[in-house]
């Protein structure tokens, strides 16, 4: 039976195992199917969790949606896997779809939070409502990620078409690295997570939460949020952060959101809550982007 031990290292999150590297044989069990595959030895839960998905067909893990459980010999059953298991021989283990989950509670932790910025293009200038504002206020996100060594994900609709990201948020070479961009996805499909963004998603371990931001609400934001939701992330919507070209799209698309269990929010409420506590390293530094109250954005004639 394979042991616990602490966490892995150098093991790819797909759990498949590199050319020449050790691999063992493990069993998944889903229902009444049974499938065989080799998975690399060290690999921990989210790598064997995906593994054993990605060979019953699903597209991406359904992250909170699943449980793995591991068969002890010694008591004739499956029991829970440890969230520190490691991999070190054959074994059989069960997924079992969890028929129940807990609603988001709003949590944010700099550990499991990923900043998702989508479509701030030039060419949206003109014609999306407040887009001077929204660029401002995703500065501020920017460089909050950067201050609290958060990674980013940044897609560009149609960049051939569109035009790259905008520059003030200065996201091209050597500054997009030390603003911990993790990747600039060019795209087609409206919702970010096509294969390259999903990619980088894979491989960020105890990824629970996103925060959400860009243009435009009602399309590539909503679409990309509500994959996410249902796929149990935690998605946190920047509501300063995000618009439409038209403000009846951008509010009745926070209020779907919100009633799809996306949490909507504001920028300083996410840097705040990811700081967490005055005797924060960084809380000066942040307290300073925040300084100055974010632009309403026509968020408030709603109120």
Known sequence: MAEA????????????????????????????????CAVGVGAGREALLQRGLRLFGERAPPRGRWALQLFAPDWGQFVD??????????????????????????LLE???TVFLCCDLQDRFRPAVKYFGDIISVSQRLLQGARLLGLPVVVTEQYPKGLGATVEELDLSGAAAATAGVRAVVPKTRFSMLVPAVEAVLDD?????????????????????????VARGLEVHVVADATSSRSMMDRMFALERLARAG??????????????????????????????AGAPESGLLSKV
């Open 110 to 112: 700099p550990s499991g």
């Open 204 to 228: 960020l371990p105890g990824l629970r939460s996103a925060v959400l931001f860009g243009v435009e609400t009602h399309v590539c934001v909503q679409q990309t949020a509500l994959e996410l």
């Open 262 to 291: 996306a949490v909507v929010t504001t920028s300083e409420a996410v840097l705040l809550q990811l700081v967490g506590d005055k005797e924060h390293p960084k809380f000066k530094d942040v307290q300073a982007l925040i300084k």
């Open 81 to 106: 896997l440890p969230p520190d298991f490691v991999l070190a021989e054959r074994c059989k283990l069960r997924l079992l779809p969890l028929r129940h989950t807990v609603p988001p509670l709003g």
């Open 5 to 36: 031990a602490g966490p892995s290292s150098g093991v790819p999150s797909s759990g498949v195992p590199a050319p020449g590297s050790p691999s063992v044989a493990v069993l998944f069990c889903r229902g009444e199917q049974a499938r065989a």
